[in-house]
């Protein structure tokens, strides 16, 4: 199984729908990640978490709500979801300062039409 | 604010041979780390190799090496002996000084291996 798992991995949904992706981990990191890839555009860091108590947005965080429910879970939700949130979503977790190195899940593709 | 720079938004290669993907940064702080990720088709995110600022010599792991060049503000990186499966996007990230562990990304290098 996968160390940091996302759900769902594809969802297609309707612009104005709410949607939640969630990410999970085993490996007992405080620090987790959203990022967003656009084709052409990287990796973009939409909120990120350094503890429970502690959300942190972005540089694209406009259109975005997150939620760290527990240390392994961190839930990503498009309120009203629109065609420019089309993308491949990743979360991603790190072990803490000066470490650095993310440890990504496998991407959640979702599609506003 | 960081910047990361990736020039070259596609590469060819042909297997068995050495590549370069550039990659430039632009930071002011002293204290940094740079990272080389590989995103296959199927869409996951690979960690390479990492290179830390104050690191005297240049990262390697197997077949990548990271040419860290402080003073031009580049970190390279090299892959030896290309294979089929190194066909894929590669990106270049930086993590600044300590205490925010976020990275950020350049917008990736699309290298091509053919036989």
């Known amino acids: 199984d996968a160390d940091v798992t996302q759900t769902p991995r594809n969802r297609i949904t309707k612009t104005g729908k709410r949607i939640m992706l969630e990410c999970s981990q085993t490996?007992?990191?405080?620090?987790m990640y959203w990022y967003r890839q656009d084709p052409g555009l990287g990796l973009q860091l939409i909120y990120y978490?350094?503890?429970?108590?502690?959300?942190n947005k972005g540089e694209i965080s406009d259109g975005y709500s997150v939620s760290r429910q527990a240390q392994a879970k961190f839930s990503l939700s498009l309120e009203s979801a629109i065609p420019n949130q089309t993308a491949l979503y990743f979360c991603a977790t790190s072990r803490g300062p000066n470490t650095g190195e993310l440890f990504f899940g496998e991407g959640s593709r979702l599609t506003v039409l | 604010a960081q910047k990361i720079t990736q020039t070259q938004p596609g590469m060819f290669v042909q297997e068995k041979e050495a590549v370069t993907l550039d990659c430039t940064f632009d930071?002011?702080?002293?204290?940094?780390?740079l990272f080389w990720y590989k995103q296959p088709s199927s869409g996951e995110m690979i960690f390479l190799i990492y290179?830390?600022?104050?690191?005297?010599q240049n990262a390697t792991e197997g077949r990548y090496s990271l040419n860290f060049q402080k003073a031009r503000k580049s970190a390279n990186l090299v892959i030896s002996a290309s294979q089929l499966g190194d066909s894929a996007m590669y990106f270049c990230a930086m993590r600044p000084p300590s205490g925010y562990s976020t990275l950020t990304f350049g917008k990736g290098t699309m290298l091509l291996v053919s036989p």
């Open positions: 930071t002011s702080d002293q204290s940094y780390g």
């Open positions: 978490s350094f503890d429970v108590k502690d959300i």
């Open positions: 290179q830390g600022s104050y690191d005297e």
């Open positions: 490996k007992g990191h405080d620090r």
